[in-house]
């Protein structure tokens, strides 16, 4: 009888341990691609390297749209698949070296191409950049998805905080290490881009060491209704899925108004990462600055980011996701703002202080990783994780249809008119988002 009653103890205490185990190991991954991602900072370093082979406006406008475009739709069409997965780290492991092979490719084709033909490498790169983007969003699901299986809605926000962090400290160490230097060499473009891809590949070896326990997938006719068949492949490689895919999707919003809110916010709040590519050619074309400031603004977003998390990860697990997500929305209106206004000071004054401007950028992976949290919190079931975050994926997608249009009005009629009007979208996403439920409180009703 003794042993008995122990038994549900010690198989708490069996759970506890595991899920201690796996926090840690998805901390360590989440360090490791954090450092690799300094050396590609999609608000710094990609719009530079694509600018230092083509400097246009409307090329530019097309890094949002991959980038975006790439993380938010495939992913559509894969969550279901993911969500039946017994084991999803394999995915994760397959996802980070498709990371990090995009990143080798390039790093192997500057050199050659460089000097010679600057129109196939700013072509190589914008393809390499959208496969690389589309990698990245299946890997973010695929991490969503463990961290949803894996880690309790209380402990997220820890996990958060001990990631980023531990990994902003590491990555602005790394960047002054090796990204200083190699900012200021001819040939340091294919120095970083090298750099990025072993750490990728590095992080690939961890999700190895997850204690993963295996799933029982949906039964068929679940499977069947939501437009999967036991031996179909990804969503997609019919027309058939496709449709049945897309009515599942269309079924779930209709089922929860909250996601469907969250995901106007997130299409609002897209506005930040349609503009942070012209931020850099800003500073470079109408005040002067240097290739040396991408350092300074790399690590005062990193620094920024780290300092974020600290608030943001205690505050969600103790008083819930909703309350951050709204500030942290409302607060990164302002980064359009500050560039405003530095455009009406003298150019000298304006240039010594940019810096500031990438400090509201570092709440963008924050936000984005709430965006996340909020979205596993609202999914009624584990198997429906994957979806309910490809769905707010595809939200922040979107808008990105007009990436291009926003890099051509810049060139037309200057940057103040489009920061201040994106300014006023990314506000009207936090007051949406002051109507969003707190999901703990509404699972408890």
């Known amino acids: ?23 840690v190991w998805l901390e360590i991954y989440q360090v490791i691609v954090r450092v690799g991602w300094i ?16 400097d246009s406006g409307l090329l530019r406008g097309l890094l949002p749209v991959l980038n975006r475009g790439g993380q938010s739709l495939p992913p559509l069409f894969v969550s279901d ?8 780290k394999w995915s994760l492991v397959a996802t980070s070296l498709a990371m990090a092979g995009c990143f080798g490719l390039l790093a192997a084709a500057w050199g050659p191409l460089e000097a010679r033909r600057p129109d196939l490498l700013a072509l190589l790169f914008l393809v390499l950049y959208g496969l690389f983007s589309t990698a990245i969003g299946l890997n973010q699901l695929v991490l969503a998805a463990l961290q949803g299986k ?55 070896i961890v999700p190895l060491f997850l204690d993963e326990p295996p799933e029982q997938p949906p039964p068929a006719r679940e499977s069947k209704a939501d437009g999967i068949s036991a031996s179909a492949g990804f969503v997609g490689r019919s027309r058939e899925a496709l449709a049945r895919g897309v009515g599942g999707w269309r079924r779930t919003l209709a089922a929860d108004q909250a996601l469907v809110r969250l995901s ?47 608030v943001a990860g205690p505050l969600s697990d103790r008083r819930g996701t909703r309350i951050v997500l709204v500030w942290l929305v409302a607060l990164s209106s302002a980064t359009p703002l500050v560039v405003t206004l530095l455009s009406l000071l003298p150019q000298a004054t304006a240039v010594e202080w940019f810096w500031i401007v990438y400090m509201p950028l570092g709440l963008n992976p924050i936000s984005l ?14 198997a429906e994780h994957p979806r309910y975050v490809s769905i707010v994926g595809a939200a922040l997608a979107a808008p990105f249809v007009l990436s291009p249009v926003i890099g051509a009005a810049v060139d037309a009629y200057g940057f103040r008119h489009v ?26 009703k």
Not at 39 to 54: G, H, N, S
Not at 152 to 168: E, L, N
Not at 421 to 428: D, K, R, Y
């Open 39 to 54: 050396f590609k900072t999609e608000t710094i370093i990609m719009p530079a390297v694509l600018d230092a082979v083509v």
């Open 419 to 444: 920061f201040v009007i994106g300014a006023a979208v990314i506000a009207a996403g936090a007051v949406i988002a002051a109507g969003l439920p707190e999901p703990r409180g509404r699972r408890q």
């Open 81 to 88: 698949r993911l969500g039946r997965l017994p084991r999803k």
């Open 150 to 204: 894996l880690i309790s809605p209380g402990r997220r926000g820890r996990a958060m905080v001990v990631s980023v962090a531990i990994g902003s400290v590491l990555a602005i160490v790394a960047a002054v290490v090796l990204l200083r230097p190699w900012l200021g060499e001819p040939d340091g473009f294919p120095k970083i881009f090298g750099v990025t891809g072993f750490f990728f590949a590095l992080a690939a």
């Open 264 to 310: 106007i916010v997130a299409a609002c709040f897209s506005a930040v990462l349609m503009l942070f590519p012209h931020y850099q050619a800003f500073a470079r074309d109408r005040l002067g600055s240097r290739i040396e400031s991408l350092l300074t603004w790399v690590i005062v977003q990193n620094a920024a980011t780290g300092v974020v998390s600290l």
């Open 369 to 382: 990783k709430i965006f996340t949290n909020y979205a596993l919190e609202l999914a009624p079931r584990p």
């Open 1 to 23: 009888m003794t042993v008995s009653c122990n038994e549900p103890e010690a198989s708490a205490a069996n759970a506890a341990g595991r899920e201690a185990r796996n926090t």
